[in-house]
């Protein structure tokens, strides 16, 4: 199989039917053989039915599982990995914010490298960047700790695009200390500590409404981050 595409999935059911549609219409015209897994976590809402509804009319490139109890954006993330099954495999959030096409480069530079990984900031000016103020203001802050701390030198760690090689998957293994918003970080860490390249580039992306992020999640990442840092020693 060419691509395994996760999407964590935390009460979506006003978004995701439409990202699903999207992917799959567009990837379809790139790759002969790709699955959707989308990974519902805790969702109290409608999700799950929406997802089963989408696996009726594509059967062939759409799996799900179904976690009743809450695992985190991460734990989500973790769960999608161990189904994979294709030689590359990413991983995107739910609300479709970043560009298809744009996504559908970052799978073509795998060729040339291990890991690719999309920005909202890269040469983007902060004014220029689409989200609220007070997110893109946390943003900037995290993405100092982050250099800071785990020598993580990308503008943009958080964006919800991520891409690498089978191989680079099999290496980094599944044991991840953060299951909830800062797993992003220590995704990136482990691939660098085992030596492999990263390439972010830029893509497009739109500020969608609805988001699963909130500020309060924000001390969480913090201690998260500190016992990835801890975990160098």
């Known amino acids: ?3 395994s595409l996760i999407i964590p999935a935390y009460n979506e059911e006003l978004r995701i039917e439409r990202t699903i549609i999207s992917y799959i219409k567009n990837l379809k015209e790139h790759f002969k053989d790709f699955e959707i897994l989308v990974i519902l976590n805790g969702c109290r809402d409608n999700t799950l039915e929406v997802i089963q509804e989408l696996h009726k009319k594509y ?5 799900y599982k179904d976690y009743e109890d809450a695992i985190g954006k991460g734990g989500a993330i973790i769960e999608g990995l161990k189904y994979s099954q294709g030689e590359h495999i990413g991983f995107i959030d739910a609300d479709d914010a970043f560009d298809v096409n744009g996504i559908i480069k970052l799978v073509k530079l795998l060729d040339f490298n291990d890991c690719v990984i999309a920005s909202k900031w890269k040469k983007i000016s902060f004014l220029d960047v689409s989200e609220p103020f007070t997110r893109k203001f946390f943003s900037r802050g995290w993405n100092i700790l982050v250099r800071v701390l785990l020598g993580l030198n990308f503008n943009d760690t958080q964006a919800g695009a991520k891409f690498l090689k089978k191989e680079v998957q099999e290496a ?7 299951k909830q918003f800062a797993f992003d970080a220590e995704f990136l860490f482990k691939i660098k500590q085992k030596g492999f390249r990263i390439k972010e580039i830029y893509i497009p992306s739109k500020h969608m409404e609805g988001s699963t992020f909130k500020l309060s999640n924000s001390f969480q990442m913090f201690n998260d981050l500190l ?7």
Do not use: H, T
């Open 1 to 3: 199989m060419e691509l």
């Open 59 to 63: 059967p062939k490139y759409l799996k």
């Open 172 to 178: 980094i293994g599944q044991d991840f200390i953060c």
């Open 227 to 233: 016992k990835v840092w801890r975990s160098r020693f």
